[in-house]
């Protein structure tokens, strides 16, 4: 079978990319199970089980529920987290997790305490083996894990979250022993901070951001995109060479040295594309160029592309936005 580390958030419901892991192997349990007559999917949850997220793992498919929750295992230590999911992992089939930081540090851990091969950022699986996004998302390798045991990572958006018949998961509770040595390194205090200059919580929570990159020309030329922005109610993220020069704080940059975002739509006004910048903006589920350079990477890469000066084609935007909102 496949066993899948759940995420929570703080109200207790299951985190979207948990959601999007939990459908991947649902939807992929022939191929990840050893034995395709017993393929199902499990649940791990650490932690507080709140009866919302038990309904939406029902409903995500999961046959079973492992939750494992002791004192130890309150606070986050990868070493003693990863141990319990060793703990209770099938002898044969698949650990999987989201691929957050908490997700990839997890299965690093249990990759190396199982003695098994890891993939990280798969985005498919076939009996041809496991595909999977390097480079930042600027390429992709098919490769076969081999082992008895599969350890993978799904990269974010490799696909959506889909609910199926309701199960009546059957709920494990589980009290695992933790070596003192597995403690040596864990969370001993968490601190919220307060929204200021170094938030960045509203671009990489926002469904729709515009991207602004040297095309807008100078420190004021941002005009037109921080109107569109406005009409969309999203967020305004930027290139390196834009904090680089000074134009924009580096809270609003994206890419591998930035935020990394997943937004409904990402609107990439005068960016070229640099491999760095596409590596922050994989999760997109929509992206939409808009450059002079019809070769350029961003451009090429788009779902949509226009070709054209960013201030007239945004200015024309926003102006018909504005008639139609009288």
Same mark, same amino acid.
């Given at each position: 079978?496949?066993?899948?580390?759940?995420?929570?958030?703080?109200?207790?419901?299951? +985190?979207?990319?948990?959601?999007?892991?939990?459908?991947?192997?649902?939807?992929?349990?022939?191929?990840?199970?050893?034995?395709?007559?017993?393929?199902?999917? &499990?649940?791990?949850?650490?932690?507080?089980?709140?009866?919302?997220?038990?309904?939406?793992?029902?409903?995500?498919?999961?046959?079973?529920?492992?939750?494992?929750?002791?004192?130890?295992?309150?606070?986050?230590?990868?070493?003693?987290?990863?141990?319990?999911?060793?703990?209770?992992?099938?002898?044969?089939?698949?650990?999987?997790?989201?691929?957050?930081?908490?997700?990839?540090?997890?299965?690093?851990?249990?990759?190396?305490?199982?003695?098994?091969?890891?993939?990280?950022?798969?985005?498919? /699986?076939?009996?041809?083996?496991?595909?999977?996004?390097?480079?930042?998302?600027?390429?992709?390798?098919?490769?076969?894990?081999?082992?008895?045991?599969?350890?993978?990572?799904?990269?974010?958006?490799?696909?959506?979250?889909?609910?199926?018949?309701?199960?009546?998961?059957?709920?494990?509770?589980?009290?695992?022993?933790? +070596?003192?040595?597995?403690?040596?390194?864990?969370?001993?205090?968490?601190?919220? &901070?307060?929204?200021?200059?170094?938030?960045?919580?509203?671009?990489?929570?926002?469904?729709?951001?515009?991207?602004?990159?040297?095309?807008?020309?100078?420190?004021?030329?941002?005009?037109?995109?921080?109107?569109?922005?406005?009409?969309?109610?999203?967020?305004?993220?930027?290139?390196?060479?834009?904090?680089?020069?000074?134009?924009?704080?580096?809270?609003?940059?994206?890419?591998?040295?930035?935020?990394?975002?997943?937004?409904?739509?990402?609107?990439?006004?005068?960016?070229?594309?640099?491999?760095?910048?596409? /590596?922050? @903006?994989?999760?997109?589920?929509?992206?939409?160029?808009?450059?002079?350079?019809?070769? %350029?990477?961003?451009?090429?890469?788009?779902?949509?592309?226009? @070709?054209?000066?960013?201030?007239?084609? @945004?200015?024309?935007?926003?102006?018909?936005?504005? %008639?139609?909102?009288?």
């Amino acid at each position: 079978m496949t066993l899948v580390f759940v995420e929570t958030d703080e109200s207790g419901q299951v +985190a979207l990319t948990s959601a999007e892991a939990l459908t991947f192997a649902r939807t992929n349990a022939d191929v990840l199970a050893a034995d395709s007559f017993s393929a199902g999917v &499990e649940a791990a949850v650490i932690g507080a089980l709140t009866e919302a997220a038990t309904e939406q793992l029902a409903a995500l498919g999961v046959d079973r529920i492992h939750h494992l929750e002791t004192a130890d295992l309150e606070a986050y230590s990868a070493p003693a987290w990863a141990q319990a999911l060793v703990d209770i992992a099938p002898e044969t089939g698949a650990v999987l997790a989201s691929g957050t930081p908490r997700g990839m540090e997890l299965m690093t851990h249990v990759a190396v305490r199982t003695g098994e091969r890891m993939a990280a950022n798969v985005v498919a /699986a076939d009996e041809e083996g496991l595909l999977r996004q390097v480079l930042g998302g600027a390429a992709f390798e098919r490769l076969q894990v081999g082992g008895d045991l599969q350890v993978l990572t799904l990269a974010g958006h490799a696909c959506n979250p889909e609910e199926t018949t309701p199960t009546t998961p059957e709920v494990l509770t589980h009290s695992p022993e933790t +070596a003192a040595e597995d403690l040596r390194v864990r969370v001993v205090r968490t601190e919220v &901070e307060t929204a200021d200059d170094n938030d960045t919580s509203g671009l990489t929570q926002a469904r729709a951001v515009v991207g602004a990159g040297r095309g807008v020309g100078s420190e004021n030329g941002f005009g037109e995109v921080l109107e569109l922005v406005d009409h969309l109610g999203g967020a305004l993220g930027v290139s390196r060479v834009v904090t680089g020069l000074g134009w924009r704080p580096h809270t609003e940059q994206v890419g591998q040295t930035g935020s990394r975002i997943t937004p409904d739509v990402y609107i990439a006004c005068g960016i070229s594309g640099a491999i760095q910048h596409m /590596a922050g @903006i994989e999760g997109a589920k929509t992206l939409i160029a808009i450059n002079t350079d019809e070769e %350029s990477t961003m451009v090429q890469r788009a779902d949509y592309a226009i @070709i054209g000066d960013l201030h007239e084609v @945004i200015g024309a935007v926003n102006e018909e936005i504005r %008639s139609r909102r009288g």
